[in-house]
């Protein structure tokens, strides 16, 4: 099967910085493939590169077996484009807004009322789709871009950002939202963002890319389990006794139990599994649950172990995120 982008050695220099470092990678057909960076790592470059809006400076980059630079056109057929910064027309309404970008793809009347209508209805705007786009809340922007994107019907949706600078429950939206899209119609879904959480929620595989270069990628799972380390359930019981302590020892899902104060630390690979099976434990050992909390491995954790920091702290050189590309950002060692 071919596959729906493939990146071979790409590299983007601008005079004062190597925005995108060597990067080769291949995303499946179907997939939801999302590009998890800090501000300035590369994301928006290599999109502009894959959606024909910049040129590499070498490697080749190829969607659905087109070369992004020799066929430019056939490429853009095959692809729609929700860029980072909002692009919507305020002074047009969403169905205008999305006529424009069906009549530039050449769609008959026909096939553009269908399309425009199906969208905005699985982005549910059909009841506003008549009214000024600045009427709408950011996160109906958002929808309206996304359905946009899809006006042409093409096989891969390139997301930049969506859901920055949204309200949680925006985000949210967007979130269901694509992956309902996604299984209705099996398009292919390329996303970069710079939340953990998103990408955890969202994606099949994860790239992480810092500055320029991709430093893991997977799926968000196995990008977990990569760096070692546990999950960490922590219960307080009621009426804890040693032998409580030596029975969860001997369990072999608990690779480590700690005690503080009758608090307790076990850590286990896969708390999602091993916490029916301990609760189950407890009550053949006649202990009551107090208190219990989890503490999952996240994707914030992976990202530390690759790049050395948070993502937080890769962000503390905030440019604003609205302009999207074209800030220039300073290099490693001399950080603003
Ligand atoms: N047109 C340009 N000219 C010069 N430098 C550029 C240009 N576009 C991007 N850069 C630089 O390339 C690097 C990568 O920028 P890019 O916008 O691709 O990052 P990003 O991961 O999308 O960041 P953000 O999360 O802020 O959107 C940055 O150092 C940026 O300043
Ligand atoms: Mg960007």
């Not at 980072?84 to 969403?94: R, V, W």
């Not at 799972?221 to 969860?248: A, C, H, Q, W, Y």
């Not at 690779?255 to 407890?282: N, Q, T």
């Amino acid at each position: 099967m071919a596959y729906a982008v493939e990146i071979q050695n790409i590299i983007k220099k601008f005079p004062s910085v190597t925005a995108v470092n060597d990067v080769t990678f291949n995303v499946d057909e179907g997939e939801i493939f999302g590009l998890l960076g800090p501000n300035g790592a590369g994301k928006t470059t290599l999109i502009r590169i894959l959606t024909c809006i910049m040129k590499p400076t070498s490697g080749q980059a190829k969607i659905r077996e087109f070369d992004v630079v020799r066929y430019p056109a056939r490429v853009r057929r095959n692809i729609g484009v929700v860029s980072q910064a909002m692009t919507s027309d305020l002074d047009l309404t969403a169905w205008e807004n999305m006529n424009i970008y069906a009549k530039y793809f050449d769609l008959p009347k026909k096939q553009r009322k269908e399309n425009i209508s199906y969208l905005l209805k699985i982005v549910e705007l059909e009841d506003r789709a008549k009214d000024l786009v600045a009427t709408y809340s950011g996160g109906m922007r958002r929808r309206l871009e996304i359905a946009r994107g899809l006006v042409h019907r093409p096989y891969i949706l390139f997301l930049d950002e969506p859901t920055i600078g949204l309200d949680p429950q925006s985000r949210r939206v967007i979130w269901d939202l694509l992956q309902k899209i996604r299984k209705e119609t099996n398009l292919t879904i390329f996303i970069t963002t710079h939340y953990m959480d998103e990408a955890d929620v969202l994606c099949d595989r994860i790239a992480i890319i810092d500055y320029g270069k991709i430093v893991a990628m997977d799926s968000p799972s196995n990008l977990k389990r990569s760096i070692g380390g546990f999950d960490i359930i922590e219960v307080s019981l009621s009426n804890f006794t040693p032998s409580v302590m030596e029975r969860l020892k001997a369990m072999k899902f608990i690779k480590e139990v700690a005690e503080k104060e009758g608090a307790l630390r076990i850590s286990v690979e896969d708390a999602a599994k091993s916490m029916p099976v301990l609760i189950e434990e407890f009550k053949k050992m006649g202990v009551s649950i107090l208190y219990l909390a989890i503490h999952e491995q996240s994707l914030e954790d992976v990202f530390i172990h690759y790049t050395g920091k948070t993502i937080r702290e890769a962000e503390a050189q905030k440019v604003n995120m609205f302009l999207g590309a074209g800030v220039p950002r300073q290099l490693p060692g001399s950080r603003i």
